[in-house]
């Protein structure tokens, strides 16, 4: 079975966030689907689109998991956002949460490895 995901966060003002996505994301949305409405492709198969919706904004959250958290975390601060919070799970999964104006998250994770210690 063929499997492909298109996850949407509702935000209250479109054009307003957009710049946000593409700093966080790395690239402009990859197509408008309307006036309201931008998508971005992170991968095969894999989307993320953002719709106005005001009496539904700010109560979204998705997880993007990567292979190199700390290599995305670099990109997106050289992008100029910062992280609200990180979290440590067991076995070495971090996720780092940012949220955009409306109080949707959206964070990054991954499995963080430790280099050995010096014997």
């Not at 966030?17 to 949305?29: A, I, N």
């Not at 095969?44 to 904004?57: E, F, S």
């Not at 601060?77 to 609200?84: E, F, M, Y």
């Amino acid at each position: 079975m063929a499997l492909a995901l298109f996850a949407g966060l509702l935000v209250s003002e479109h054009d307003a966030v957009v710049g946000w996505y593409s700093r966080l994301f790395g690239s402009e949305p990859s197509f408008a689907a309307s006036d309201t409405e931008s998508v971005w492709r992170l991968a095969d198969d894999r989307w993320v689109y953002v719709q106005q919706n005001p009496a539904h904004a700010g109560h979204g959250a998705l997880m993007v998991l990567v292979d190199d958290l700390e290599g995305t975390l670099a990109g997106i601060a050289g992008r100029g956002l910062t992280p609200a919070r990180r979290e440590d799970y067991p076995g070495g999964m971090q996720k780092a949460v940012f949220g955009d104006a409306d109080g949707n998250e959206v964070g990054f994770g991954g499995i963080v490895v430790s280099p050995p210690p010096h014997a």
